[in-house]
Nanobody
């Protein structure tokens, strides 16, 4: 089993920054590919960013240049630095990984006020 626990969400004004963290524990490689998704009520969950075992990163176009994903394999933690946040970034952000099956955290709410 793998457990993912997100933290770092909150309320921020437009143009502000937040840093999300996802602490992973359980039986899986420490360098497993990790992703951040987000979901707004009534909409599908959207892939925001991901980081592979080799450190390659990918981003949805709407966050490129504003969000940065990184990882600390020694601490089994993945981060999402979010800068210049906009009201459209308001969502619940989920940490995800796949190791034989999909694992999800419970999510952390990010609210960006205009």
């Amino acid at each position: 089993q793998v457990q993912l626990v997100e933290s770092g969400g909150g309320l921020v004004q437009s143009g502000g920054s937040l840093r999300l963290s996802c602490a992973a524990s359980g039986t899986m490689p420490s360098s497993n590919t990790m992703d951040w998704y987000r979901q707004v009520p009534g909409k599908q969950r959207e892939l925001v960013a991901g980081i592979t075992s080799t450190g390659s990163t990918y981003y949805v176009p709407s966050v490129k240049g504003r969000f940065t994903i990184s990882r600390d394999n020694a601490k089994n933690t993945v981060f999402l630095q979010m800068n210049n946040l906009q009201p459209d970034d308001t969502a619940v952000y989920y940490c995800h990984t796949y190791y034989q099956v999909d694992f999800w955290g419970k999510g952390t709410l990010v609210t960006v006020s205009s």
